[in-house]
């Protein structure tokens, strides 16, 4: 079978043992490195998609994956009921949502001698929640249904709970901010019935949010009254800005539209900025592995300037000296890839069953169940990332090739020959 003669004897060198142990061992090391780097590469990112889709799960299950609610404009009124559900109408009409339900949110605190706590109390209906939020399946403690109107009871936080000492049947009281007529503050004291208690495992939610009938929120007064509009839930929570735009366009006037991704920017920039720095930081090891590889090739082409010159000598042009050390470069570092692609998803494939016989084996753990909400190590394979990272380490490795083949293709025969 017919080989390019560059291709026939860059393979060969690879296949062949070298006399220098020194030139082997930093063959086998540059391997190694971009294996390595590729796996970690891989791994690392996987773990961080797990952890960015279980915080959005977190996030989403009691918020909703958009708010529809008044514009903030000076001097405009309210919406009145018909608009409100006008705009409802027109929500349950567009293409991509589940779910719509009301809801009326305000700020209070949370009062049981001697401890006050800071909470949001939020109405909402308890037939529609459901639709919209994953509420039901949070609470551990009673029952949704338990919020019927003027029932004046609550559903409260676990760490809520906690922090005031309270259980299904406990009285809790509500610090409520209003506004008198004469637009003087004047604090209103509630009380209310703990109803149950529900948790998600996460803090903003667990200790800040307090469940209430809307209707027992709106009882409060137009003065007690904060963020009040309508909850929206997609089927597809991360198509929410192209529903969210088009949802835009059909309602009425006198209304926005806010969904998860402009709620919780700051979340998901961070993780978009730690994932950035982690896959920079990640990818000096391949760096390091490709600065093996030039390391190795120059030490070859020291090693064959007779070879080379040989070549030269039977009419081999400079350029296919050069394919000569490309191919072997390339093919080392290649290979490399490959293996650490491998070597990578079979990893993050299996985290969840290998973080435990580690644990197990021993005796740590990662998550502390004590400190942590998050106590497993989830896993998320992307084929961009793997696509990204595969050609980013076949790119340094061959861009690591160039220069000890440039330097091979610039041998001169007579100099290599004249001592042997």
């Not at 949704?144 to 004046?152: F, I, V």
Request: charge should be positive; aromatic fraction near 8%.
């Amino acid at each position: 079978m017919f080989h390019p003669l560059s291709l026939f004897v860059g393979l060969r060198y690879v296949r062949a043992r070298s006399t220098k142990f020194f030139v082997s061992f930093i063959t086998w090391t540059s391997l190694a490195g971009v294996c390595v780097g590729v796996a970690a590469l891989i791994v690392i990112l996987s773990v961080m998609n797990g952890f960015e889709g279980d915080l959005r799960q977190r996030l989403l299950s009691l918020d909703a994956d958009a708010r529809v609610v008044p514009t903030e404009s000076r001097g405009a009124a309210a919406p009145d009921p018909e608009q409100w559900q006008r705009a409802a109408r027109a929500i349950r009409g567009s293409p991509g949502v589940a779910g719509v339900a009301p809801y009326a949110q305000i700020q209070a605190l949370a009062v049981r001698t001697p401890v006050m706590l800071p909470v949001q109390l939020r109405g909402i209906d308890p037939k529609a929640e459901p639709s919209v939020t994953r509420l039901a399946g949070a609470i551990k403690e009673g029952r949704l249904s338990d919020l019927a109107p003027g029932s004046e009871r609550v559903i409260v936080g676990e760490v809520i709970a906690e922090e005031l000492g309270l259980a299904p049947g406990d009285s809790l009281t509500l610090l409520i901010p209003t506004v008198s007529a004469g637009g003087v503050p004047t604090p209103k004291l509630r009380q209310f019935k703990v109803a149950g208690i529900f948790g998600v495992g996460l803090s903003d939610s667990d200790a800040a949010l307090v469940f209430a009938n809307i209707a027992d929120v709106r009882a409060l007064g137009p003065s007690a009254r904060g963020d009040e509009g309508l909850r929206v839930r997609y089927r597809n929570a991360l198509d929410a800005p192209a529903i969210s735009a088009g949802l835009r366009t059909r309602l009425p006037r006198g209304f926005q539209v806010i969904d998860w991704t402009q709620d919780n920017a700051d979340y998901f920039h961070a993780i978009r900025i730690e994932k950035t720095m982690m896959s920079l930081i990640l990818l000096l090891i391949v760096a390091v592995a490709a600065f093996n590889i030039v390391a190795m090739l120059v030490m070859v082409v020291t090693d064959k300037r007779t070879d080379i010159a040989i070549l030269r000598t039977f009419g081999a042009s400079p350029r296919r000296v050069m394919g000569v050390f490309l191919t072997q470069g390339l093919v080392i570092g290649w290979l490399g890839v490959a293996l650490g692609v491998g070597l990578g998803l079979a990893l993050a494939y299996n985290v969840r069953t290998i973080v435990p016989f580690l644990q197990n084996t021993f005796g740590f753990q990662i998550f502390s169940s004590s400190v942590y909400y998050i106590t497993t190590v989830p896993s998320v394979v992307k084929l961009s990332n793997v696509v990204t990272i595969s050609v980013a380490a076949l790119l340094l490795t061959a861009a690591a090739t160039v220069y000890p083949a440039v330097r091979a293709a610039r041998t001169s025969p007579a100099e290599a020959l004249r001592y042997e």
